[in-house]
Structures are given as structure tokens and as C-alpha cells.
């Protein structure tokens, strides 16, 4: 698994940075190599002139960006002496997507697919946002002893208060809830992606960061002005009030909430409510406590708040067990720590997460 890295010149002799996220075969799911890679290239790029802009992208019809490499990172837990790899790749995962949020040129991800996961960090982590008629986004991180990483824990409390929802649940949203909730900017055909970059490279980019975010935010405007785009409805605007309930009170409140969305004729929740009830317990106090803890807090503050969480998950059970379920068990029934997020062992999670508990 890699990532091709290339430039494409354009006008003037400006250029683009195009990094190609390449292992089609697993949704291009990372590894600790490929975000060595692409924090390589941004760093290389960060001071040559002449190029201009970033632009990510995903190999292969099936999505953008799958999230992590599940098999090498359940062999980091399961393997003698491999612990320190899986500790490295979210450290520098997170890092990479902080220095994505932080880089002064321009960084467009075209989100096609499946954005899943640390996928939807990169994405998140991009200034200009692009989805597709088939975007399907997701953290779906409580379902496998996660939580929702990648800096989630701050930028899904942006997204118009469906981010505890989102977070608890991990069920997908579409291209039209993504630009309803402000997790895209923009949607443009899944076909267009060529004649997109061709476009790109020729805008007469001025080399100046601010001008050219204006530049590549006026042509993406355009751009998705000009085409007559039938996107699928979206679940959000008509569920708002509901979901929106779900962000008060406390986690017990939140998970009562949601168990009712099982009782209603609606298969989009009815899948969100039977997420939540097969959710790691532990996995939904984590999604709980960071979403309402690093609400206040920095971006560079969630980072380092998440870079210990994860290192504990890493050591708890549950992550391992719930890759495990997912890739290799077929009845899919992991054995969590804890059995009921309602009655949580507070001993235990003060023992496995302190950083959490003070």
C-alpha cells in the first residue's frame, strides 16, 4: 500500500501537489508508511513558490479513504513486540491531519465514496471539501472499541450539533447531509474528477495562500453552479430535532434517546439505534466524554488529549477484540470489557483511562 505523489503544471509554471491515497483493494485504508508519506511530501512542499495548492484524492471507484489499516493495526496489539507501531501510527496520523488543518496553502479533498473513519480526518482536516453523488461519511469507531479520532472529538462539534449523534451512532451520512451539517462545502460529479484537476492547473494561481484559497473557492463555486447534480436526500434536516436531543443531558439520556429511534418507521435510524446497542459500552463513554471535554478545547489540545486515549485503547481489549469481530469472526459478536455503557465499571475505566477520569 502507498501514495503516488505527483506535481501537475499548470499556468505560469505554478503546480499542483497531487497525493494519491493507492491501495484501492482496502478503500485506501492507511498505514503507518503512507502518512510518512504524505507528511513527507507536505513537508517537501510547504516552501517551494511555485507550487501552489494540494490536492488529495483516492484510488479506485469504492471511496476516498476507508480509515486505518485494521489488520496491522489488530497485529500491533496482538503481536509481541509490536505495540510501539500502532502507538506511532495514530500519533502521526493525528499529527498529519493537524498539519493538514495548519498548512498554508490550499488543501482540497475530493471525497468520493466511502470517507470513513481517519479518511474523514484527512478530509475534515482539508480547507476546501468536496463531495460526490456517492459520498457516504462516517466515524465509525464505537463499533470496534475506538472512538471517534482524528481530531473528531473537536470538528464534529462543529457540524451544526449532530456531532454527539454522529459520534455515539457511527452511522453514514450522505453528500446532502454533509453539505447540510457543513462537513462539505461542495458536491460535484463523481466523473468530473479529471477534468476538475485539468481546470486546476489552469487557474492563474497568484502564489499568495489567502488569494488562492479565494481562487479555489470561486471555481469550486462555480464549478458546482454549473452542473445539475441529483444528489439523495438527506436524513438530517427532517431528524434535527431529534438528533439534536441527543447532545443534552448525560450519556444515559443520550443512549435512552436513541433506543426510541428503533421504535420509529425510519430505517436510517432504526440502523443508527442498533449501531449504538452493539457499540463497545467503553467505546461509547470515550465518544461521550471527548465530545463534550474537547468542545473547549484547541485543536492542538484535542490532538494531544487523543494521541493518550488512543495509546490506552490500544492496551484496553475492546479495539482489539472488535477488529477482530469485524475482519475475522463472522458471527461479528465481540466480547467487550464492560457489558452495559448504563452500569460502566467507573474502577476499571479510572484504571484504563486516567487521562479521562481526573
Not at 473528531?152 to 454522529?166: D, K, T, V
Not at 494561481?205 to 452542473?227: C, F, H, K, N
Not at 427532517?238 to 438528533?243: P, S, V
Amino acid at each position: 500500500m502507498t501514495v503516488h505523489v505527483r506535481l501537475m503544471t499548470g499556468h505560469n509554471g505554478t503546480q499542483l501537489g497531487i497525493l494519491a491515497l493507492s491501495a484501492p483493494e482496502r478503500i485506501n485504508a492507511q498505514n503507518l508508511s503512507m502518512v510518512r508519506q504524505i507528511c513527507a511530501a507536505l513537508n517537501d512542499w510547504r516552501d517551494q513558490a511555485q507550487i501552489v495548492a494540494v490536492v488529495m484524492i483516492g484510488a479506485g471507484e469504492r471511496g476516498f479513504c476507508a480509515g486505518g489499516d485494521l489488520k496491522a493495526l489488530h497485529a500491533a496489539m496482538t503481536q509481541p513486540g509490536e505495540l510501539a507501531q500502532g502507538d506511532a501510527f495514530f500519533a502521526e496520523e493525528y499529527l498529519l491531519c493537524q498539519m493538514i488543518r495548519d498548512y498554508a496553502k490550499p488543501v482540497m479533498a475530493w471525497g468520493h465514496g466511502i470517507v470513513m473513519g481517519g479518511g474523514w480526518g484527512l478530509f475534515a482536516a482539508a480547507s476546501h471539501k468536496v463531495v460526490t453523488e456517492r459520498s457516504k461519511l462516517a466515524m465509525p469507531e464505537t463499533a470496534i472499541g475506538l472512538f471517534p479520532d482524528v481530531a473528531a472529538s473537536r470538528w464534529l462539534n462543529e457540524l451544526a450539533g449532530f456531532g454527539p449523534f454522529l459520534a455515539l451512532s457511527g452511522v453514514a451520512i450522505n453528500a446532502s447531509d454533509a453539505l447540510y451539517c457543513g462537513a462539505a462545502q461542495w458536491a460535484l460529479p463523481e466523473s468530473s474528477r479529471h477534468q476538475v484537476l485539468m481546470d486546476l492547473s489552469a487557474l492563474a494561481w497568484q502564489g499568495q495562500p489567502e488569494l488562492d484559497r479565494a481562487l479555489l473557492s470561486a471555481y469550486l463555486t462555480q464549478a458546482a453552479q454549473q452542473v445539475a447534480l441529483i444528489l439523495p436526500e438527506g436524513n438530517l434536516p427532517a431528524h434535527q430535532e431529534l438528533l439534536h436531543a441527543c447532545a443534552s443531558g448525560s450519556l444515559s439520556d443520550a443512549l435512552h434517546h436513541m433506543s426510541y429511534f428503533s421504535t420509529l418507521d425510519d430505517a436510517w435510524l432504526a440502523a443508527a439505534a442498533l449501531r449504538v446497542q452493539r457499540a463497545s459500552p467503553t467505546s461509547l463513554w470515550l465518544a461521550w466524554t471527548l465530545q463534550k471535554r474537547c468542545a473547549a478545547l484547541s485543536f492542538v489540545q484535542t490532538v494531544q488529549l487523543e494521541t493518550e486515549v488512543s495509546a490506552a485503547c490500544l492496551r484496553y481489549g475492546d479495539f482489539a477484540a472488535g477488529i477482530y469481530a469485524t475482519l475475522f469472526d463472522r458471527n461479528h459478536s465481540p466480547v467487550w470489557q464492560q457489558s452495559q455503557a448504563n452500569q460502566l465499571e467507573v474502577s476499571n475505566l479510572a484504571q484504563a483511562f486516567p487521562m479521562l477520569c481526573n
